[in-house]
C-alpha cells in the first residue's frame, strides 16, 4: 500500500529557530496538504497545494510558514522563526484528485523549547 | 461555515458490546464525509468514507456508517468491539472548494474494558 512519509518522527528546537518538516508525499498524487494537531486537541488545516502554489490556507498558516515543492518527490514545510506554541504534531497528507485517495503520513512531532 | 461535531469526548464499552459514534456535519453543499482513526503518538489511518452512493458504507475493521442527510450525521458503527478498537476516533468533512481541506471533529476517544 503507497504511504506518504514524513520526516523527521520527531524534532526539538529552540524558540526563534527555523525548521524544515519534510514529506514524501504519494508518487501520482496532484494534491498536498499540511495539518497540525497540538497536543490533546482536534487536528487543524494549514494549508493546501496544487500545481506548485498554495489553493488554501488557514489563519494559523500566517507569513512565518512557506511550503515548497523543491523537487518532483518532495513537499516542506517551513516555521522560520518557531514560538512556544508551534509545539504540535504535523501531518502531511496526499491525494490523487481532489479528495480521492486522501493519505496521511505518520507525523512529525515538534516540540519548541 | 463548515463544522464537524462530535458530542461525546469519551466513550467506554464493553469487550464484545456494540459502538456507535456520534457525528454531526454543518455543510451547505454535498458532504464529502470521513472517520479516522489515531492510536496514541500515531498517524491518522482512514476507516471509511461517503462521497455518494448508498448511505451505509462499510470500512476497515469491521466498522460502517451510516450517512444520514436528514439528520446532517454520519455515525459510526461496529457491532461488537475488540480491545483493539480502544483509540481516538476522529470525522471529517472534505471540502472540495476550499482547496480540498478536511475540518475535523473534536474526536472521540473510545475504551475498552473487559
Known amino acids: 500500500e503507497p504511504e506518504v512519509t514524513q520526516t523527521p518522527s520527531h524534532q526539538v528546537t529552540q524558540m526563534g529557530q527555523e525548521v524544515i518538516l519534510r514529506c514524501v508525499p504519494i508518487s501520482n498524487h496532484l494534491y498536498f496538504y499540511w495539518y497540525r494537531q497540538i497536543l490533546g486537541q482536534k487536528v487543524e488545516f494549514l494549508v493546501s497545494?496544487?500545481?506548485?502554489?498554495?489553493?488554501?490556507k488557514s489563519e494559523i498558516f500566517d507569513d512565518q510558514f512557506s511550503v515548497e515543492r523543491p523537487d518532483g518527490s518532495n513537499f516542506t514545510l517551513k516555521i522560520r522563526s518557531t514560538k512556544l506554541e508551534d509545539s504540535a504534531m504535523y501531518f502531511c497528507?496526499?491525494?490523487?484528485?481532489?479528495?480521492?485517495?486522501?493519505?496521511f503520513g505518520s507525523g512529525t512531532r515538534l516540540t519548541v523549547v | 461555515a463548515q463544522s464537524v461535531t462530535q458530542p461525546d469526548i469519551h466513550i467506554t464499552v464493553s469487550e464484545g458490546a456494540s459502538l456507535e459514534l456520534r457525528c454531526n456535519y454543518s455543510y451547505g453543499a454535498t458532504p464529502y464525509l470521513f472517520w479516522y482513526v489515531q492510536s496514541p503518538g500515531q498517524g491518522l489511518q482512514l476507516l471509511l468514507k461517503y462521497f455518494s452512493g448508498d448511505t451505509l458504507v462499510q470500512g476497515i475493521k469491521g466498522f460502517e456508517a451510516e450517512f444520514k442527510r436528514s439528520q446532517s450525521s454520519f455515525n459510526l458503527r461496529k457491532p461488537s468491539v475488540h480491545w483493539s478498537d480502544a483509540a481516538e476516533y476522529f470525522c471529517?468533512?472534505?471540502?472540495?472548494?476550499?482547496?480540498?481541506?478536511?475540518?475535523f471533529g473534536a474526536g472521540t476517544i473510545l475504551r475498552v474494558k473487559s
Open positions: 497528507a496526499s491525494s490523487a484528485d481532489n479528495l480521492n485517495g486522501y493519505t
Open positions: 471529517a468533512v472534505g471540502l472540495m472548494e476550499y482547496g480540498n481541506k478536511l475540518v
Open positions: 497545494f496544487y500545481n506548485n502554489e498554495i489553493s488554501e
